[in-house]
């Protein structure tokens, strides 16, 4: 059986941008996936009890966002690995976009949230200002851009876990160490 070949490069990223990929990451994906499960509950306290958190969870990403950003403009991340220019295309592509979104999905959730009336009180204790005027007409124009913009979310994140074990498991050149934390 031919040896493997060696990851084509060492270069990772900083261990705050990995704390902060991953954090991130799972907080989008719970956020994401208690989205889709309240959605279709009937109106209980479990219910609210379930939006005030998926509405904790939208203003942690979009402060963890600013910070990301914010370390990821001030530091360098890791040399890209060789692949064919449309990959590296496709994969700018998908990482500015997303980017875009972890601002856009909770800023367009915090503007329905504001237009129906039900303020955010950011882990019950503090208030944030509404984001728009409360208007029953805005909030249904508002609500399915915030629909659409989460799925759309969803869908260029597992791009992203996809086009990651294919240089994993296909191309086996280390790109998804870059970002993985250090084994001992």
């Known amino acids: 059986m031919p040896s493997l070949p060696p990851p084509t490069t060492t270069a990772r990223y900083t261990g705050t941008a990995m704390a902060l990929h991953w954090l991130l990451a799972l907080l989008i994906v719970g956020t994401f996936s208690l989205g889709v499960y309240m959605h279709e509950l009937p109106f209980s306290p479990a219910r ?7 509405k904790w969870a939208g203003v942690t990403i979009l402060l963890l966002s600013f910070v990301r950003l914010a370390w990821r403009i001030t530091h360098r991340p890791p ?3 060789a692949m064919p220019g449309w990959q590296a295309r496709a994969a700018h592509a998908t990482h500015h976009l997303l980017y875009a979104l972890f601002f856009i999905v909770p800023l367009v959730g915090w503007a329905y949230s504001s237009a129906s009336g039900f303020p955010i009180v950011w882990f ?16 249904e124009a508002i609500k399915p851009w915030h629909e ?12 992203h876990i996809a086009g ?3 240089h994993h498991f296909i191309d086996r050149d280390g790109l998804l160490d870059r970002m993985r934390p250090a084994r001992s």
Do not use: E, I, N
């Open 148 to 159: 659409r913009t989460a799925m759309l979310m969803a869908a260029l994140v597992l791009l």
């Open 48 to 54: 609210l009890k379930y939006y005030s958190w998926h």
């Open 79 to 81: 040399a890209d690995v």
């Open 124 to 139: 019950g204790v503090l208030p944030l200002p509404d984001f728009v005027p409360v208007d029953k007409a805005l909030a």
């Open 164 to 166: 990651a074990l294919k």
